[in-house]
């Protein structure tokens, strides 16, 4: 498991370039417009949107999990809570095919707890002309 933690920035080659000197590592993905850095210490899946017209930096926080009854875990959890928004299957979105489950705190910061199913789908996408993130306003849910 590791903390996801969506940025969405007004240059990506500068962030790309600021957040591998800080931590270290090389991007894990990039697209235009997007980069993700999977980063073992600390435990970390930053991930870059650039945005220049975002309103705010934060594009929403996430739990990466690397096992399914996880994400079916968290969604029965925040079910039983009353704070799950969605749950996604088979999402293809930001380069990559995920499970989801979906949660907002009161303020409207978005939460997911997800799970990559393909890592790579980018034939697929092009075939079926999937949105990505990147390509949407920044209040929409997408991780």
Same mark, same amino acid.
């Given at each position: 498991?590791?903390? +996801?933690?969506?940025? #969405?920035?007004?240059?990506?080659?500068?962030?790309?370039?600021?957040?591998?000197?800080? %931590?270290? $590592?090389?991007? *894990?993905?990039?697209?235009?417009?997007?980069?993700?850095?999977?980063?073992? +210490?600390?435990?970390?899946? @930053?991930?870059? %949107?650039? #945005?220049?017209?975002?309103?705010?930096?934060?594009?929403?926080?996430?739990?990466?999990? %690397?096992?399914?009854?996880?994400?079916?875990? $968290?969604?029965?959890?925040?079910?039983?809570? =009353?704070?799950?928004?969605?749950? +996604?299957?088979?999402?293809? !979105?930001? *380069?990559? /095919?995920?499970?989801?489950?979906?949660? *907002?705190?009161?303020?409207? @910061?978005?939460?997911?707890?997800?799970?990559?199913?393909?890592?790579?789908?980018?034939?697929?996408?092009?075939?079926?002309? /999937?949105? !990505?993130?990147?390509?949407?306003? /920044?209040?929409?849910? !997408? =991780?």
């Amino acid at each position: 498991m590791r903390l +996801q933690l969506a940025l #969405n920035v007004r240059n990506l080659d500068e962030a790309v370039d600021y957040y591998g000197k800080l %931590f270290g $590592a090389e991007p *894990h993905k990039r697209r235009p417009g997007y980069a993700n850095f999977a980063i073992e +210490q600390p435990p970390l899946k @930053l991930v870059l %949107f650039e #945005n220049e017209q975002a309103a705010e930096r934060l594009n929403h926080l996430g739990v990466e999990v %690397f096992d399914d009854a996880q994400v079916n875990d $968290a969604a029965k959890r925040f079910a039983e809570a =009353g704070i799950l928004k969605e749950v +996604q299957r088979e999402e293809t !979105c930001c *380069h990559a /095919t995920q499970d989801k489950a979906w949660s *907002h705190e009161p303020q409207g @910061l978005r939460w997911e707890w997800y799970r990559i199913t393909d890592d790579d789908p980018e034939a697929r996408r092009k075939a079926e002309r /999937t949105v !990505c993130c990147s390509e949407l306003e /920044t209040d929409t849910v !997408c =991780g």
